[in-house]
């Protein structure tokens, strides 16, 4: 059985950092693609960040510079480093994976943990 579980959301003010996690099991890691996408009430889940097993990486334009994904294999997980934060980062953020290379599509991610919200002050 697959499974992601994010962790590491909290209340923060803006400027401050957080990390995120994404620990799976279930299946062979490595072999996948592992994404972070957000996601706000009335609105469509939006991919911030994504890498590949070999370690290439997306960003998406509102986050470059400012967060970071890595991820260990050995220990079956995906980060996010999110620092500088602002009001608009505030969401629930996923964790996904996809064979389908470095994809910002989350109609191509076949599992999702169940979240953890951020909320960034101003």
């Known amino acids: 059985q697959v499974q992601l579980v994010e962790s590491g959301g909290g209340l923060v003010q803006a400027g401050d950092s957080l990390r995120l996690s994404c620990s799976a099991s279930g299946r062979t890691f490595s072999s996948y693609t592992m994404g972070w996408f957000r996601q706000t009430p009335g609105k469509e889940r939006e991919i911030v960040a994504a890498m590949c097993w070999s370690g290439n990486a997306y960003y998406a334009d509102s986050v470059k510079g400012r967060f970071t994904i890595s991820r260990d294999n050995a220990k079956n997980t995906v980060y996010l480093q999110m620092n500088s934060l602002k009001p608009e980062d505030t969401a629930i953020y996923y964790c996904?994976?996809?064979?389908?290379?470095?994809?910002?599509?989350?109609?191509?991610?076949?599992?999702w943990g169940q979240g953890t919200q951020v909320t960034v002050s101003s």
């Open positions: 996904g994976d996809t064979r389908s290379g470095l994809s910002g599509n989350p109609r191509l991610y076949g599992y």
